[in-house]
């Protein structure tokens, strides 16, 4: 009963702090910024942590870890049914076979770089790079199911995935303002919906540009998205045959 009352006070916490970041980014001055809410909750976050006492922070502590594993999974959901054969058809092929390379290029170069040239431990390697390769943190604590790791190894590859795409989330706009990219809106919602890690980091970055990047944007996040399952599963059966052959031996 005291971890439903927990999960209750820090879910209203939450929704609390969200109303603030909403009403935040509709002050006329942040607004002409194109400052989106997601960032400013992000930041609002960062700071009541360390203002914020130890009581509080437990309520928030059941909120986050309920969010996370349940409301983070609803939300997808939620955006996958935005996702049809028509939204498919205007990322186009290319598109498509752009999300398939990222998430195989992306896993294999961080599998490769983290364990034979940083020497780092294998399954917060695998963890980090299927975060960064699909959907973050929804990606992170699904493949933590699958291969049986220790909490703690799953809060440092979501740490490493949420720090380096919030500054991604953070400089993509600034740097397609000022035209660095040279890309078109189309060609550019597909680089940051292919590239970003979080469902939210590609909200909150595309729609600080504008709304036809944003919506190419989710559209090829969330083919990306959609390889989450079958990644799973192919991980999941070379996982277990080699747990099988370790038994063996």
């Not at 928030?60 to 996702?83: D, H, M, P, Q, W």
């Not at 990606?139 to 809060?155: D, G, R």
Request: proline content about 2%; glycine content about 8%.
């Amino acid at each position: 009963m005291k971890i439903e009352k927990n999960l209750l006070y820090g879910l209203l916490i939450l929704g609390l702090c969200t109303g603030i970041s909403i009403l935040i980014a509709n002050i006329e001055v942040i607004r002409v910024l194109s400052i989106s809410p997601l960032i400013i909750a992000i930041f609002l976050g960062a700071i009541l942590t360390h203002v914020l006492n130890q009581k509080i922070i437990d309520y928030l502590e059941s909120a986050i870890g309920f969010s996370t594993k349940r409301v983070l999974r609803f939300g997808i959901i939620l955006y996958g049914f935005r996702l049809t054969l028509q939204n498919l058809e205007e990322v186009g092929l290319e598109g498509f076979i752009f999300a398939v390379f990222i998430v195989a290029s992306t896993f294999i170069i961080g599998y490769f770089t983290g364990t034979k040239i940083l020497k780092m431990d294998k399954e917060i390697t695998i963890l980090t790079s299927i975060g960064s390769s699909i959907c973050g943190a929804a990606a992170v604590l699904a493949t933590e199911s699958v291969i049986k790791t220790p909490a703690y190894k799953s809060a440092v590859a979501v740490s490493t995935v949420v720090i380096f795409g919030t500054l991604a989330m953070l400089l993509y706009p600034f740097l397609y303002k000022l035209d660095i990219f040279h890309l078109s809106p189309q060609d550019f919602g597909i680089y940051l919906g292919g590239t970003l890690h979080e469902v939210a980091h590609v909200v909150a970055a595309s729609n600080a540009v504008n709304n036809e990047v944003a919506s190419y944007a989710v559209i090829e996040k969330m083919i990306r998205v959609m390889m989450l399952a079958p990644f799973l599963n192919i991980l999941g059966f070379f996982w277990i045959k080699k747990e099988t052959k370790k038994l063996i031996k």
